[in-house]
Nanobody, 126 residues
Framework: QVQLVESGGGLVQAGGSTRLSCAAS????????IGWFRQAPGKEREFVADISPYGGNKHYADTVKGRFTISRDNAKNTVFLQMSSLKVEDTAVYYC???????????????????WGQGTQVTVSS
C-alpha cells in the first residue's frame, strides 16, 4: 500500500504563491500517476491537476490552468504543486492521490484513484 503525506499548506494572501509537497513511501513511486484534488467545506472533492509517472504529461482543471504547476522528483519520491496568483476561491483542503493505471488523454476523477493522503489546508485571504 502506498502512503502519501501532504505538506506546505497555510494562510496565503490573495495574489500570492505557495508550494505544496506530496511525499510517498515505497520503492515503486515512479509507477504511479499522482493527482491533486481539493475540497472546500460542504462541497465535493474536485480535480486540480495530475502528472504521469515520469512527468511527461499533465492535466489541469480549467479553474487553475495558467496559475498552478505540477511537477515531480521521482528520485525523492515527491510531487509538488506550485500555486501562484491565488484567489479566495482556491481555499480548500488539498489532497494528493495515486493510481497505477495507464495514463490517459483525459484526467481521472476521485473514484478512479486508489490511495490518498490526509490533506493539507490552504486558506487564501482577501
Amino acid at each position: 500500500q502506498v502512503q502519501l503525506v501532504e505538506s506546505g499548506g497555510g494562510l496565503v494572501q490573495a495574489g500570492g504563491s505557495t508550494r505544496l509537497s506530496c511525499a510517498a513511501s515505497g520503492r515503486t513511486f515512479s509507477m504511479y500517476t499522482i493527482g491533486w484534488f481539493r475540497q472546500a467545506p460542504g462541497k465535493e472533492r474536485e480535480f486540480v491537476a495530475d502528472i504521469s509517472p515520469y512527468g511527461g504529461n499533465k492535466h489541469y482543471a480549467d479553474t487553475v490552468k495558467g496559475r498552478f504547476t505540477i511537477s515531480r522528483d521521482n528520485a525523492k519520491n515527491t510531487v509538488f504543486l506550485q500555486m501562484s496568483s491565488l484567489k479566495v476561491e482556491d481555499t480548500a483542503v488539498y489532497y494528493c492521490s495515486a493510481h497505477g493505471r495507464p495514463y490517459g488523454t483525459r484526467w481521472f476523477n476521485v473514484d478512479e484513484y486508489d490511495y490518498w493522503g490526509q490533506g493539507t489546508q490552504v486558506t487564501v485571504s482577501s
